[in-house]
């Protein structure tokens, strides 16, 4: 009202009261203090008085009527503004504040009065400036709600250019600012690959996205905030990273409708990422297979003898055995793989290798039992009768070769003969060279070792064969006996001492011990026998040669002896000549 009661008003001072008798007076304990939101004391209608005070002290006073127009914004009337949290100026679209465009509100108010009608619409934050008409919101296309986060209420004043009357005001304009999904935290996705790529399923990081969250949110991933934000490329799973590590991008959007369509007044926040990183498997390198000779199928093996090959000697890579992938799926590894019992022929174990960054890497490890040949191993001893009695003798020591195979094929396995077990065991090259012709090394008895190798496998066996020398008997006759015949042919005895031993022939040897074959000649064949002549003497009643065969009864050890018999006559006279005379001494 200054500037309607003086041309100059701005160069004095105005003050109000109630009646024109304090105006007059103008005591400052009588003036209205809140000139700027007054309220009227009548409806309507009220009168005001001004006192007005020029800078040299000059006064006068105005009267001033104070007419309140009735709105005409009907009370139902309101506009509720709708926008997504932002962080564009402040940093944070979690606060409920963001930007407003609601300039079209004056065009919706302005149909509510009769056209030609001149008004001026303004819009305030508070209901004092918008009852003092200050502090009016300059710019209503970008609008910020930075006083009353989440909702703010827009007073709406409208006045009469034509009358200076108020034809409207209050709260007609509600801003709301919707909240964003919750940009919860999301755990890097983590797969293990022989390589820098890996196929990740990004669909099951929704419920990371998700979290808490009960509302419909439909989620897309990009390989860029850009896109994230525009929401164009979504990546589709499975998705195959194109750098490790590689960021993603994460686009959550209300769907408020229920539509599983991103509408365009739906809030979506950008705000999530997460790394995508392929961690490398341990290298490591496949076993060779374990291979066991045994006599039965159930065999004992010690699977870690295999983890410094598996592992290439990297300690810090951990070994599991699984017995089936079923066990391996459910974590049951075998409990003591150094002491495994394999109850088949063939088998295969499961080996799970895992780094220290849990990373894990799976080979095989082939086991094969195979069974010894059904070899006879106790082969009968070798004896050998040898003829000079000096413990020694040659032995054919592949006379037990057929009895070792024990009917299976020859052409399926090799002999070799060693003197030491050590030497047969590592299959040396310290073998007897001619295993037919082999002289004893050690008197009297002695051990073979004979290693069998298949043909079709490594599972040698070692053999024992026992080599024994027999000593023959001694046979101890003369060379040569006489027998002293009549005229007839007919033994006589000799009645004197003989140059030459007499009958009977005598070996000396007890009947007890030996057995005894007495032939005619010098070549023991049967037709030489001598019928019932089995004792160790022998008289023969004619001149000739005589054989006798001893055989020692627990060796079978057999030599032959063969004497000449000479026969010898009475002569048919003597004659007597006196060479040297005889002298008698008396």
């Not at 109000?16 to 103008?26: F, I, M, S």
């Not at 070792?404 to 040396?428: C, H, K, P, R, V």
Request: hydrophobic share 35%.
């Amino acid at each position: 009202a200054n500037s309607l009661i003086s041309n100059n008003s701005t160069n004095e001072v105005f003050t109000y009261y109630l009646t024109q008798t304090d105006a007059n007076n103008g005591f400052v304990a009588d003036q209205i203090n809140n000139d700027t939101s007054f309220q009227n004391p009548t409806p309507l209608t009220s009168t005001v008085y001004a006192r007005i005070v020029t800078i040299n002290g000059c006064w006068r006073t105005a009267q001033v009527d104070l007419q309140v127009g009735a709105t005409q914004i009907p009370a139902t009337f309101n506009l509720t503004y709708y926008e997504c949290d932002d962080k564009l100026i402040d940093g944070d679209n979690t606060n409920g504040i963001t930007k407003f465009d609601f300039s079209d509100a004056t065009s919706q108010i302005s149909n509510l009065f009769p056209v030609g009608q001149n008004i001026t619409i303004s819009y305030y934050t508070n209901l004092t400036d918008a009852l003092a008409e200050t502090n009016a919101i300059q710019d209503i296309s970008n609008h910020r709600n930075d006083t009353s986060p989440n909702v703010e209420n827009i007073y709406v004043r409208v006045d009469s250019d034509d009358v200076n009357a108020c034809l409207g005001l209050g709260e007609h304009i509600t801003l709301v600012v919707d909240p964003l999904p919750l940009a919860n935290t999301i755990e890097p996705y983590v797969l293990c690959s022989d390589t820098n790529e890996a196929i990740f399923d990004l669909s099951t990081k929704d419920s990371e996205v998700i979290g808490l969250q009960t509302q419909n949110i439909l989620i897309s991933y990009h390989s860029s905030l850009l896109d994230a934000e525009n929401n164009i490329n979504p990546i589709m799973s499975p998705y195959t990273n194109s750098n490790n590590p590689q960021t993603i991008f994460v686009r959550a959007q209300f769907d408020i409708n229920g539509n599983g369509i991103a509408d365009i007044d739906e809030c979506f926040s950008s705000d999530m990422s997460f790394e995508l990183q392929v961690i490398p498997n341990p290298v490591i390198i496949d076993p060779d297979p374990i291979r066991i000779c045994n006599d039965q199928v159930q065999t004992i093996y010690d699977l870690t003898i295999r983890q410094n090959q598996i592992t290439n000697g990297d300690s810090t890579i951990s070994l599991e055995y699984f017995e089936s992938q079923t066990d391996l799926e459910n974590d049951s590894p075998i409990i003591t793989p150094d002491a495994y019992t394999n109850l088949s022929l063939s088998n295969q174990i499961i080996i799970e290798a895992t780094g220290v960054n849990g990373c894990s890497s799976m080979t095989t490890l082939d086991l094969s039992t195979i069974l010894y040949a059904q070899l006879n191993i106790n082969p009968e001893t070798i004896e050998e009768c040898e003829i000079d009695n000096d413990g020694f003798d040659s032995f054919d020591l592949t006379r037990r070769e057929d009895q070792i195979l024990n009917g299976l094929n020859e052409i399926d396995f090799t002999f070799t003969y060693y003197e030491l077990e050590s030497d047969a065991i590592a299959g040396s090259s310290n073998s007897i060279s001619d295993p037919a012709i082999f002289v004893n090394t050690v008197s009297i008895t002695q051990t073979i070792y004979v290693r069998v190798d298949p043909i079709n496998n490594e599972c040698f066996q070692i053999v024992p064969i026992n080599l024994v020398v027999n000593r023959v008997p001694e046979i101890q006759i003369e060379e040569e006996y006489i027998i002293c015949l009549d005229r007839n042919e007919n033994p006589v005895d000799p009645g004197f001492n003989t140059l030459l031993p007499i009958l009977p022939i005598d070996t000396q040897l007890n009947d007890t011990e030996y057995s005894f074959e007495w032939f005619s000649g010098e070549v023991p064949i049967p037709e030489n026998l001598i019928a019932n002549e089995t004792g160790p003497t022998y008289t023969p009643m004619q001149p000739g040669q005589y054989t006798i065969i001893a055989t020692n009864l627990a060796t079978g050890c057999t030599i032959p002896a063969t004497t000449t018999v000479t026969g010898s006559y009475p002569p048919e006279s003597i004659s007597i000549e006196i060479i040297t005379p005889v002298s008698y001494t008396h």
